[in-house]
């Protein structure tokens, strides 16, 4: 238990469909982020939020969202994705900015299939 | 911009004591270098983290020559519960992490 948790951990959905992964962090961290992992690839950085502002947005796809409501939560809306878009979401906190490589507390993932 | 290399994967056998090494060639003055353990179906953990030398805690050592260029984990005395995915990461002051792809190690009895 690292005290980040996401829901759902499964979903499969069609290209049209409009879903949202959510992440919440218990730790009273600053920042948060999410990632996407594909098979034998490293991992992504997609968004990186501080204090609920967007500090981090690494050429990310509209069809992905970010939404940060406050510091302990976090969303991801997607929209029309495509197969390729398959694969591990991962959110992560930590207390600083993420300079440096502040060390990361990462949820367990949801697990996206998209058909 | 670094890039991080690491090896696929790694075979070892309880009690001994396992090196991985990973290469970041571009790495920046202000970059640190951080290490990650993932489990099936469970985020990645952190282990260890360094900027030069040696750096220790109760899990791991992690070396680092002086020109930074390369780094490596150092896991004494494995168990069979260390089999899992190890990645490397370097930390950029431009919210750039660049992680490794990880490399697979399993411990054999």
């Known amino acids: 238990e690292t005290g980040v948790t996401q829901t759902p951990r499964h979903l499969v959905m069609g290209m049209t469909n409009k879903k949202s992964l959510k992440c919440e962090q218990h730790l009273g961290h600053n920042a948060m982020y999410w990632y996407k992992q594909s098979a034998k690839k490293p991992l992504e950085l997609m968004f990186v939020?501080?204090?609920?502002?967007?500090?981090e947005n690494n050429s990310v796809p509209s069809r992905f969202s970010p939404e940060c409501p406050n510091s302990s939560h976090l969303f991801l809306h997607l929209h029309t994705l495509q197969p390729e878009d398959s694969a591990l979401y991962l959110c992560?906190?930590?207390?600083?900015?993420?300079?440096?490589?502040?060390?990361?507390?990462f949820g367990p993932g949801t697990r996206l299939t998209v058909l | 911009l670094a890039k991080t290399t690491q090896p696929i994967s790694m075979d070892s056998y309880e009690g001994q004591e396992v090196n991985i090494t990973c290469s970041h060639n571009?790495?920046?003055?202000?970059?640190?270098i951080t290490w990650y353990q993932q489990f099936p179906s469970q985020g990645p953990r952190f282990i260890i983290q360094?900027?030069?030398?040696?750096v220790t805690n109760e899990v791991a050592s992690l070396f680092i020559p002086a020109d930074r260029k390369s780094s490596t984990l150092s896991l004494p005395r494995v168990s069979l519960s260390d089999t899992a995915v190890y990645y490397c990461l370097v930390g950029n002051s431009n919210y750039q992490l660049i992680w490794g792809a990880g490399t697979k190690l399993i411990i054999k009895p």
């Open positions: 571009n790495i920046a003055t202000n970059d640190y």
């Open positions: 360094g900027y030069k030398t040696k």
């Open positions: 992560a906190s930590s207390q600083g900015t993420g300079l440096f490589g502040d060390e990361q507390f």
């Open positions: 939020y501080n204090f609920k502002e967007q500090t």
